[in-house]
């Protein structure tokens, strides 16, 4: 059964927030405003954030830019994971991915399911690995970014978490990539 050893100590990790939207401003960001209480009341640094037009290249642009920062851990984007002509994040996701976190995706549709049953399958959520930093791509309600947070990535970026989390695994991300010395 999954639990927290609280003989660890909990180590926070550095998150950029990334709302993919046309219409979103600051001062309507719902989702991203939700994401971000989120992370900062479970320990959690959010050092970037932004609003970002649902575009292949400007998702893109911004997504090598936090991973090539190594003082970011983590990316979580909200919106632009639909079916429509302007949903692209997922594209974009695979173009910076190394490696595809397939069931992040799922696990997202399975849990989605239960609230929104088969509208789930309109979202594609979608998770991954791009040098050293996970991507998380969650769609654009607040209930989606409650739900990617609060049911999958909560526990998996705590450290503390048993019998396994993602934290742990952090060092070990980039075991392909040639040694520079």
Request: aromatic share 4%.
């Amino acid at each position: 059964m999954p639990k927290l050893d609280e003989t660890r100590p909990f180590l926070p990790v550095n998150i950029a927030v990334m709302t993919i939207s046309d219409s979103r401003t600051e001062a309507d960001d719902k989702s991203g405003d939700v994401l971000e209480k989120m992370i900062k009341e479970d320990g959690h640094n959010v050092s970037a954030r932004s609003i970002i037009k649902d575009d292949i290249t400007a998702i893109t642009s911004q997504l090598q830019s936090h991973i090539n920062n190594p003082e970011i851990d983590v990316i979580i984007t909200t919106g632009g994971t639909g079916v429509t002509g302007r949903d692209t994040t997922p594209e974009a996701f695979k173009v910076v991915m190394e490696k595809e976190i397939e069931g992040f995706g799922e696990l997202f549709r399975w849990i989605s399911y239960s609230k929104i049953g088969t509208s789930t399958m309109q979202s594609r959520a979608i998770g991954g690995v791009a040098k050293g930093t996970y991507l998380f791509a969650l769609p654009g309600s607040p209930s989606a970014c409650k739900d990617g947070w609060g049911e999958i990535l909560r526990s998996q970026l705590d450290n503390r978490h048993r019998p396994c989390n993602l934290v742990e695994l952090m060092p070990r991300l980039q075991e392909h990539l040639p040694s520079s010395s």
